[in-house]
């Protein structure tokens, strides 16, 4: 499960702190199915109007959830994440930045296990436009989001927010959003949203906004290239000076792979149409519809 | 964060890999007192950065003497942008083979992987383009770690002269040390067989996670940060990420994704950006010291704030930066893109306290500050 969706229940761990309490309200106006919260401290009291539990299995074993939104420190995400996988969770959205990369791995190890679906760590959420989304998103900015066909893809929160604003500001409107993340590793890569995405009801165009690094555009690229969907691209990081050389032994796994030229002929290769700047989005999907 | 050698062997012996006998000094006098105590040794220049070799930071010595004038020239040189300050004065081994093993973070597999090649001594790179059947990986599941007995079934078949026992041994200490460590990558390159069959690391790759290091309080003092600009010192102290580039268009924006691509938009309508600078997430509070920051770098002819909130939300972000406007008093033109969560707070703060409005979009923005920045002051005075 990607995609969360209006009937869909959603337990918030960490529902109490500021960001948390904050974030679940915005949901709640939103739609989103918020059933409950977990703070261990506060277990058996009421927050945003839901019970507060102990535990995501006791939330399990209470009201039931699907998905799981996580408003956690660095160091608290392994156990949370553990506890959320452990009730049975089928999505955990992970937003928690400068989580040790080793926790990261501990979790995609027992969410695989599990067949839990992980999107994060480092992501801003997803959005299901018009029913409900998890996160922390601008849902419910209509200059940004306005329900329509296009379905977004992106690493970074700030950029997705840009980019949906372009394509609002075109005329268009977006179906649904997936912030993947923009941790080294993380549970749900640019293939797996583009598939989502792809096998979407109303889905019928996507944008696509990657990052120098890694090796998630070209591997999202091969499958791009057997779609009938028209994608549109933008790949931040063209004029980034070379930043922090990769580790000897991780070139490996990159290969040539990472860099801003190769992203953009990989995905140029597969048909995607990649965009000099983000304001092109608009004139990109007039041309793709048209077509 | 890395670990020069000299930082980095310390975790394999803790972890019960054979490292040769070493001192570390600062001076051509030490490396001489060391060389005595160790006898025929090996001085090597210790820097954050590879190819010492090549660049003739490494250099035998059989007498204290020869380590005094090899120290006199290594200490001082400058390798891949680094003086070597240091050096280390290492027992000289008795190389019978050299392998390559190491342990990294693997995004594919989202676990660690394991890898060993008999070919080491070179740089990994080489070795995966040059002989690739050589190198042998194994995928870890985290939660359960890595065995001797996994170690013994990734090394069969390849011929180590005897030294399969040991090798596998160290695979297993490497694992325990990488997992100890938060470590992103550790690495033994080569890792030695000697002529009476020791298994010996000879030297030592050791970066640690970044997000690691707030657990590691005992280890990670021993890192080396990245050397960094007076006034990235001072974004450090903010917990704002600050990068100084060569250019002369201010760049302020939150997210890393949104702030390289207004850095991609302003070089792309010909400007050049005169840093990296994001205050999003933990930092949106920080819109104040961030403002003071960027216009502290000498020669900025025009300031680009793009904002688009998501978690950071722009109202705030836009009050760091108003508080800070009067004591900053920025002489330069600066302009605005505006969008996403506070948005329409922030736009009418901007109103209310300078009288301006943000550009339609970040394009306009960005092609502004470029323009300005580029001596069209005509554009300049017209959006301001």
Known sequence: MHICRSEHKVLIQGITGKQGTFWTERMQEYGTGVMGGVNPKKAGTQHCGVPVYATAVDAM??????????????????????DAIEAGAKLIVCLTEHVPVQDVMYVMAAAKEAGTTIIGPNTAGTVTVGECFLGFMPAFNERIFQPGNVGVISRSGSLATLMCQNITAAGFGIKAFLGIGGDPIIGTTTLDALKALDQFEGVEAIAMVGEIGGSMEEAAAEYAATMDKPIAAFIAGGAAPPGKKMGHAGAIVMGDKGTYASKKSALEAAGVNVLATPSHVGDALREAMAA | MNFEEYAAKPVLAAAGITVPASELATTPIEAADAAGRIGGCVIKAQVPTGKRGKAGGIQLADTPDEAKAHAEKIIGMEIGGHVVEKVLVEAKSD????????????????????????????????IAAETPDKLKTAAVDIRKGFSVEQAKALIAGLDL???????????????DAYAANDAEL??????????????????????????????????????????????????????IKY??????????????????TTMDVVRHYGGKPANFCEIGGEAYTKGKQALEMVLGKPGVKSLVVNFCGAFARCDVMMGGLLEAWDEVQPDIPVF???????DEEAIKMLKDKLGLDPLPNMDAACKAAADAANGSAAVAADAN
């Open chain 2, 243 to 260: 990068i100084e580039l060569d250019g002369n268009v201010i760049v302020l924006a939150n997210g890393a994704g949104l702030t390289m």
């Open chain 2, 95 to 126: 190389i019978k083979r050299e392998f390559y093993a190491a342990i990294l973070n693997d995004p594919e597999t989202k676990g660690p992987v394991v890898m060993f090649s008999t070919e080491g001594g070179m740089d990994i790179e080489e």
């Open chain 2, 161 to 175: 002269d005897g030294a399969e026992a040991g090798v596998a041994e160290t695979l297993a200490k490497l694992y």
């Open chain 2, 336 to 342: 605005f893109s505006i969008a996403g969560t506070g």
């Open chain 1, 61 to 82: 074993q209470d009201g039931g959830f699907d998905a799981s939104v996580m408003f956690i420190p660095p160091l608290g995400m392994k156990a949370a994440a553990l």
């Open chain 2, 186 to 239: 550790l690495e033994i390159n080569p890792l030695i067989v000697t002529g009476s069959g020791d298994v010996v690391a000879l030297d030592c790759k050791f970066v640690m996670d970044d997000s690691g290091i707030k657990r590691q309080p005992d280890l990670a003092p021993k890192g080396t940060p990245d050397k960094l600009t007076e006034l990235e010192t001072v974004g450090e102290g903010h917990g």
